[in-house]
């Protein structure tokens, strides 16, 4: 996971408080070297400036020559937008905001590019028992219903990338009642506090968690990726690729 916000890639920290670590286009060529399934790039401050998505730098990250599938969100207003971020050399597209206000144009996006290349991303926290869902924008949190599931349910989005928003950048783990919480049937990609080899392992044994996306622990130690493909034998990380430029 690269997070971006002004143009940068950044540690961030509940959303709240951002370190600079340098430009995503360097950070996405060492996940892609590493061996990294997906490299997904969330820009978090393009909906809140109603600046629409970053079309110049999804459009870097497709000349890099990745053998990485990049899925770029932030900004993504309308089926347009989704079908210029495909064009522009992302493979997939995900929604936050739209999600939340303009349903029917979330069908229309699906319609364009394909289910399967629709990602919700949903920034959860768990109270009582129940889930929340985070709105950025308002910093409002909603109780997650049967109706802001139905894009997942029917089939619309094809997987929820899950962010535990407390824990997101911090020392603490992510936070599995989200996982258990969340309603059965939706694949689901896990991210958020995520950095010990045995909690990823147990969160991967969840029989609906078909990823767990992975942000700072990639950016701050030397070989990470292979330090956590050896403490997981049995994940389906793809082997590196080892290119001479």
Not at 16 to 21: A, E, K, Q, S, V
Not at 106 to 129: E, F, N, R, T
Not at 173 to 180: G, K, Q, T
Request: proline content about 6%.
């Amino acid at each position: 996971m690269i997070t971006v916000k002004d143009g940068w890639a950044v540690q961030s920290f509940g959303y709240r408080r951002y370190l600079p670590l340098g430009r995503p286009e360097c950070l996405a060529e060492n996940l892609d070297r590493w061996g990294i399934d997906e490299i997904i790039v969330l820009s978090i401050d393009r909906t809140r400036r109603h600046a629409g998505p970053d079309f110049a730098l999804v459009r870097r990250l497709g000349g890099l020559g990745l053998l990485t599938p990049v899925a770029y969100g932030g900004g993504i207003r309308s089926a347009s937008d989704a079908g210029k971020v495909i064009e522009a050399g992302a493979e997939r597209v995900c929604l936050d905001a739209l999600l939340r206000r303009d349903r029917g144009e979330v069908s229309a996006v699906a319609a364009l590019v394909g289910s399967q290349a629709v990602i919700g991303v949903l920034p959860l926290s768990a109270q009582a028992g129940r889930l929340f869902w985070h709105d950025y924008l308002s910093r409002a949190d909603d109780e997650l219903s049967a109706g802001d599931l139905s894009p997942f349910t029917d089939g619309i989005v094809s997987e929820a990338l899950i962010i535990d928003r407390i824990h997101e950048g911090g020392p603490h783990p992510f936070d599995e009642s989200l996982v258990d919480g969340f309603p059965t049937g939706v694949p689901l990609i896990a991210f958020g506090g995520l950095h010990d080899p045995e909690q990823i392992g147990r969160v991967f044994a969840h029989e609906r968690v078909v990823a767990c996306a992975v942000g700072n622990p990639f950016s701050y130690r030397e070989h990470a990726v292979q330090h956590l493909r050896r403490a997981l034998p049995a994940s389906e990380i793809r082997d590196p690729q080892f290119r001479m430029d």
